[in-house]
């Protein structure tokens, strides 16, 4: 999924969210989503 598809309410992956941005609740979802699966092309999963 390319950046021009991804839905403005889908959670972000960790590695690709602003700064400014790493402490919102969806980030740490992201995150714990990405741990969780081990694997960080699971982008397409909602």
Do not use: K
Not at 24 to 45: K, L, M, N, T
């Amino acid at each position: 999924m390319t950046e021009e598809q991804v839905p403005s309410l889908q959670v972000p992956e960790a590695g690709d969210i602003p700064a400014e941005d790493a402490t919102s609740p969806q980030v740490e979802q992201a995150r714990d989503r990405d741990q969780a699966e081990g694997d960080v092309d699971q982008e397409d999963e909602v």
